[in-house]
């Protein structure tokens, strides 16, 4: 099987603290793998790697599918401006972009796939409706539709089922899984563990390092978590560069991982 | 019969500067009117005004090396305002800075240098036609200037529009999906200042964000929805460029600030009972609905 990603040694952070310290491995076509970790964790953060936004510190990402557009993003907290004049049906056609660009005009067959994605996500007769209108449950639904328009190879979803009820995670996690029924790549970031080891067949657990990559059951065990838990959040103003630069913690995936064995010099 | 005939269609029949300075009004309401309302979506309403200050300085370079010479002048408010408006584009863009502070302290540098070269000069130039404009007196080569510009920023915008759009409502999506909202973005602050070039020819730097602010003000107390509001918006700039002429030919007060008068007029009466968050709905909500 050819892989989606590959992380290689990958070091992602802000002013040249690590968020994500030394991840190795990679997301397989098709996969559905879930992202948990506590806050702090860097799991928007390699989201953010992932589909661009930042760039590594060290390291790198490589894509199976080297287009940019074929990665689809739904960031935890969309800087949306709701404010803005706009309605639901030209949100959600935000998302045929890659076909439709600048100046590409929207026919009959657009409007039926936007018409399409409104009802799948459950918004039939919100056409209009402007967004600043919206719950944050319909909101969500909404950026789900524009999602199903962008037909992305892989969707990377941050936290995306936080502050919604669980009628709405149910009707949208539907689609996550008709997604994985198309053999596209879902990178999910979750906080729901027993929500993860229900639904997802593949788990990453990242603590800045990351701590276990692989099937759910193996990666979801309490000295995991535990450990997980124990990394600290905060930046260490005062840490030295990181002498360890080829140093991986995790084992290639599937395998349990030792996190305390990589140490940033002091 | 006659009489209405009278006030609102003779002066334009019988003044031919009159009738300059209606289509100059009108030309510069139909470009400047739309770059408003995204200049207030964008919450860079005052923006415009320390882009005025920018282009300023550009302007009296001009005026020192050629004299009242209309080229030399605008050539120089563009020069200094594209550089003041890409550097915060990039500013903001790549560094902590946001857009306000970067402008902030770009176009103060501007100004302060504008202010220098004219010191060294040791010149005391009158100003006062380019802070204060003259609508009435406008030459035909002015008049192609500010139609040439509004025609470029209708053109412009409408390349533009979809990623300003995308940019302005959701720029995390744009910026996963294409570059180009970072172009739309700079050339949207090219038009910014294109129409303010045009505004201090027919209003003044210190009155030309009039003509976009107020009208688009007044847009977001009608409407829901961007085209209307951007529609809405341009008709009351229409309104206030042909009624403000009026008032100034009728009560002999000057034409730029009558203009800008009528503009707020209409705002402050669109404030009061607007359908869109006017304050009369806020005050009388009327009885709530069933769902």
């Known amino acids: 099987m050819t892989a989606a990603l590959r992380f290689r040694n990958l070091t992602l952070g802000y002013d040249r603290h690590p968020a994500v310290h030394h991840l190795d491995g990679a997301v397989e076509n098709g996969a559905l793998v879930a992202v948990v970790g506590p806050n702090g964790a860097g799991k928007s953060t390699l989201f953010k790697g992932i589909v661009g936004v930042i760039k590594p510190l060290a390291g790198g990402i490589e894509r199976g599918d080297p287009n940019p557009q074929n990665i689809a993003y739904l960031p935890q907290a969309a800087d949306i401006d709701r404010t803005f004049p706009i309605n639901v049906y030209d949100m959600v056609s935000m998302g045929l972009w890659r076909r439709a660009g600048s100046f590409g005009g929207i026919d009959r067959d657009a409007r039926t796939l936007i018409e ?63 997604w994985h029924g198309e053999r596209r790549t879902v990178l999910t970031a979750m906080h729901d563990i027993d929500f993860v080891r229900a639904n997802f067949p593949e788990t990453l657990l990242l603590a800045r390092e990351p701590v276990a990559w692989g099937h759910t059951a193996n990666v979801l065990t309490p000295e995991n978590l535990l450990a997980a838990r124990r990394m600290c959040e905060a930046f260490d103003h005062q840490a030295e560069p990181c002498g360890d630069e080829q140093a991986s913690t995790l084992p290639p995936r599937g395998e349990p991982a030792d996190a305390a064995t990589h140490q940033p010099r002091r | 019969m006659s009489t209405v005939y009278q006030i609102f269609i003779t002066p334009f029949t019988e003044f031919e500067f009159m009738r300059r300075a209606l289509a100059g009004a009108l030309a510069l309401a139909l470009g400047a009117c739309p770059i408003g309302v995204f200049l207030m979506l964008r919450r860079m309403s005052l923006v415009g005004d320390a882009m005025a200050h920018a282009i300023l300085p550009g302007a009296a370079v ?110 995390g999506f744009m910026r996963a999906v294409s570059r180009s909202g970072g172009l739309a973005h700079l050339a949207f602050l090219v038009l910014v200042v294109l129409n303010l070039v045009s505004g201090f020819h027919a209003l003044g730097t210190l009155l030309a964000v009039g003509m976009m602010m107020l009208p688009a003000a007044t847009g977001r107390f009608w409407a829901r929805d961007i085209t209307l509001m951007m529609l809405i918006a341009t008709a009351s700039g229409l309104l206030a460029g042909y ?42 909500p009327g009885r709530h609905l069933e769902a």
Do not use: W
Request: aromatic share 8%.
């Open chain 1, 116 to 178: 399409q994605a409104i009802a799948a996500v459950g918004l039939s007769g919100f056409e209009d409706r402007a967004i600043a209108t919206l719950s944050g449950g319909q909101m969500q639904r909404m950026l789900f539709a524009r999602l199903l328009l962008q037909d992305a190879r892989v969707i990377v979803l941050d936290e995306p089922f936080n502050a919604v009820d669980a009628k709405t995670s149910a009707d949208l996690f539907d689609l996550v899984r008709r």
């Open chain 2, 62 to 171: 001009g005026f020192l090396l050629s004299g009242l010479n209309l080229f030399a002048m605008t050539a120089g408010g563009l020069i200094a305002g594209f550089v003041v408006a890409v550097l915060t584009g990039l500013v903001a863009r790549t560094t902590e800075l946001k857009e306000d502070a970067a402008l902030a302290t770009f176009y103060l540098l501007s100004l302060a240098i504008g202010v220098t070269i004219i010191s060294l000069k040791g010149t005391n130039i009158d100003l006062l036609h380019v802070l204060f404009g003259n609508v009435l007196a406008l030459d035909d080569q002015t008049l192609l200037l500010i139609a040439g510009n509004a025609t470029i920023t209708l053109i412009l915008l409408a390349l533009i529009y979809r990623p300003l759009v995308i940019e302005c409502v959701d720029p």
């Open chain 2, 243 to 284: 009624a403000g002429l009026l008032v100034s030919f009728h009560f002999g007060v000057a034409s730029g600030p009558a203009i800008i008068l009528i503009a707020g007029v209409l705002y402050l009466i669109s404030l009061l009972f607007g359908q869109v968050g006017g304050l009369a709905r806020q005050l009388f």
